[in-house]
């Protein structure tokens, strides 16, 4: 009987060191696992960002140009309008300034 009890424990104890072998070499595969997933979600994450960054820099672009075409359209228009006001009025302006430096 005593025999069998220490076969028995034996036995249980040759068991309980296998599971926990299958259980340590399990776990060092999810640690692998997790390191790779990770890798993998971090290059995601950065090509996904890369792509917004990409994305709002021509939305920012697209936007510049607009405004920068809008405001010469706006310059080339108040240009042309003080020189059509300048050639209209420039030789009234010369008189004005000429008689005002005369009457002083």
């Not at 249980?12 to 296998?18: G, N, P, T």
């Not at 070499?25 to 792509?51: F, G, T, W």
């Amino acid at each position: 009987m005593q025999g069998s009890i220490i076969k028995n424990t034996i036995q249980l104890d040759k068991e309980a060191r296998e599971k926990i072998a299958e259980l340590k070499k399990e776990k060092e595969n999810l640690d692998k696992k997790v390191k790779a997933e990770s890798i993998e979600l971090q290059k995601s994450y950065d090509q996904e960002n890369l792509k917004i960054v990409k994305e709002r820099k021509t939305a920012y672009q697209d936007e510049i140009k607009a405004r920068q075409e809008k405001e010469k359209s706006t310059y080339d228009q108040t240009l042309n309008n003080i020189q059509k006001q300048y050639k209209k009025n420039r030789d009234k302006w010369v008189t004005d300034i000429y008689q005002a430096c005369v009457k002083s």
